[in-house]
């Protein structure tokens, strides 16, 4: 089963704009939320990642959200750039563990 | 430092045959993870070795097998081929107690 919800499919935007993708999680045993980030012909390449202890994580123009009680952390790219053109993944695991579960991924083409 | 290298980056083999996918991870990293990228399944994890040993499975069948060998490098052997098994198949590697995992580019298979 798909532990790790990721929506919306694609995303759309202006550059300059914001993109938010959001992930759910079923397991309450993860407490390693990492998000990657996917260019045609590369492999995933971590982006940024959270521990539950806290609920917001920036870096650079990058910012986790975290809602515990909820199952669910998001990602919000500020001031999207045509750069940004990728696909992202959420993912889960327990820390120390390798084994991450992934969401289905999120294609976000950012328009000049 | 070079990353994780995936050899071949493409491969077409007929159904019924056997593949053999190779991964040398980054210098110093003693853990290998393998996962197989599909569009309908996304990213879903294989397995994973650490020092020799098979340390996590995911929920693959039997067909997929992997080894790993003294300088960290890891195989992967997929057995009787089926035209599903057609995938991006993704490595990774990374250090001990580490979260980080460092993804090669892949080896596309196509199973005809």
């Known amino acids: 089963q798909q532990q790790v919800k990721q929506s919306p499919q694609s995303l759309i935007v202006q550059k300059g704009g914001i993109s938010i993708i959001n992930c759910a999680y079923e397991?309450?045993?993860?407490?390693?939320f990492p998000w990657y980030q996917q260019f045609p012909g590369k492999g995933p390449a971590l982006l940024i990642a959270?521990?539950?202890?806290?609920s917001e994580k920036k870096e650079g123009r990058f910012t986790i959200s975290f809602n515990k009680s909820a199952k669910q952390f998001s990602l919000h790219i500020m001031d999207s750039q045509p750069g940004d053109s990728a696909t992202y993944f959420c993912?889960?695991?327990?820390?120390?563990?390798?084994?991450?579960?992934f969401g289905k991924g999120n294609q976000v083409v950012v328009i000049p | 430092k070079a990353g994780v290298t995936q050899t071949p980056r493409y491969l077409i083999k007929t159904r019924g045959q056997q593949v053999t996918l190779s991964c040398s991870p980054i210098?110093?990293?003693?853990?290998v993870s393998w996962y197989q990228q599909t569009p309908g399944q996304g990213l879903q994890f294989l397995f994973e070795?650490?020092?020799?040993?098979?340390?996590n499975k995911g929920n693959f069948p039997g067909r997929f097998s992997g080894r790993q060998f003294s300088n960290s490098r890891s195989e992967m052997n997929v057995s009787t081929l089926e035209l599903g098994d057609s995938a991006l198949y993704l490595c990774?590697?990374?250090?001990?107690?580490?979260?980080?995992?460092?993804f090669g580019a892949g080896t596309r298979l196509s199973v005809l």
């Open positions: 959270i521990r539950p202890d806290v």
């Open positions: 990774a590697s990374s250090l001990e107690g580490g979260n980080i995992q460092y």
């Open positions: 070795y650490f020092s020799e040993t098979q340390r």
């Open positions: 993912a889960a695991t327990i820390y120390g563990n390798n084994r991450l579960a």
């Open positions: 397991n309450t045993a993860f407490d390693y």
């Open positions: 210098s110093g990293h003693r853990s």
